[in-house]
């Protein structure tokens, strides 16, 4: 199979598996929105917990709900993993995470590159995220956390955008977008890459001890690696993508100004201020349980396109 047919039935497995996660982005959206600005025992809380908040979506907005934003979602997903997986081979082959002749320093070079190509990406795909978290946040008002947009679908958002602020209104909010990218892919490709080698290297010091499993069957260790890179995930970018969320979500002026936050700074301050540290890390327990069904499931629809591809290919011969 060539780099070409490989990569695609990467993209189609990922965005099988965000069908079935989307849901958690929207519950994930809400819980990072709820209470804005006020300290806790100040708002009432809608959402609770992850499967509470599934539950609340499912009753008032109903299927629709969940499945709110599908749309720029996926595009979000194709835009964004894309070009961070081709901008992040492009710098391999470059040589930027070799020729080193420290471990540590080879580390610290592929965290760069991950960093750089979840940057650039994310700059990239920044509209469909921006228009995803207005299409998410929108609900009926008797659970409506947020800033409130008057845009359904996403081509009523883009029409309704670029008609107020022309194309460049797309991108508004792209640097907080840029920086979560930077942060979210370095701390997880960071992680996921340890991890992957301290199995293999155990394995290599100790021939028989219980690491052994995990060698035996690769998959083991795939699987592994990504929830490890998951939780990093979880833990290191949170606190931006709650920014991200807020600052892509804001009311605007007549003249295109943020009314509750100047910029990235401006919103880290006043949430912890109003939030403390709680407030910076809401929306992590969906993201955190996003990450088991989503890594499985690209797994195992990539085992399926792959296997169907081999059988098509078979029969064509
Ligand atoms: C992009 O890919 C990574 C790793 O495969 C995954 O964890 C992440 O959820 C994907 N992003 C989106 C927006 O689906």
Redesign the pocket.
């Known amino acids: 199979m060539n780099h070409g047919t490989e990569f695609s039935l990467g993209a189609l497995a990922?965005v099988c598996a965000?069908c079935f996660t989307n849901p958690l982005e929207v519950v994930k959206t809400r819980m990072q929105l709820q209470g804005e600005l006020k300290a806790r025992g100040h708002y009432t809380v809608f959402y609770r917990n992850t499967f509470h908040a599934l539950y609340t979506v499912a009753k008032y907005d109903g299927l629709r709900g969940i499945q709110s934003g599908l749309a720029p979602a996926l595009g979000?997903?194709i835009s964004?993993?894309g070009t961070r997986l081709g901008s992040f081979q492009i710098m391999v082959d470059m040589g930027l995470t070799d020729g080193v002749d420290c471990t540590f320093c080879g580390f610290l070079r592929t965290l760069l590159a991950a960093g750089l190509s979840g940057a650039v990406s994310n700059a990239v795909g920044s509209p469909f995220f921006m228009i995803k978290t207005h299409i998410q946040c929108k609900t009926d008002s008797k659970i409506a956390v947020g800033y409130q947009h008057t845009h359904k679908t996403m081509y009523q958002a883009v029409k309704e955008i670029v008609g107020h602020d022309g194309v460049k209104g797309l991108w508004r909010g792209a640097s907080a977008g840029t920086l979560r990218g930077f942060i979210g892919s370095a701390a997880?490709l960071g992680a996921f890459t340890s991890t992957k080698k301290y199995f293999i290297f155990k394995e290599a010091r100790n021939k028989c001890n219980i690491y052994h499993i995990f060698v035996e069957d690769s998959m083991m260790i795939s699987i592994l690696a990504s929830m490890v890179g998951?939780i990093s995930l979880a833990f290191f970018m949170t606190p931006f993508d709650v920014v991200c969320i807020r600052l892509y979500n804001q009311r605007t002026t007549e003249s295109g100004k943020g009314m509750y936050y100047k910029g990235i700074s401006d919103c880290f301050r006043k949430t912890y201020r109003s939030e403390g540290i709680a407030g910076l890390y809401k929306g992590w327990e969906p993201a955190l349980i996003r990450i088991w069904p989503?890594t499985v499931l690209?797994l195992v629809f990539w085992d399926c396109f792959r296997d169907a591809y081999y059988k098509w290919n078979k029969s064509k011969a």
């Open positions: 990922a965000a979000y997903q964004m993993n997880q998951g989503h690209c």
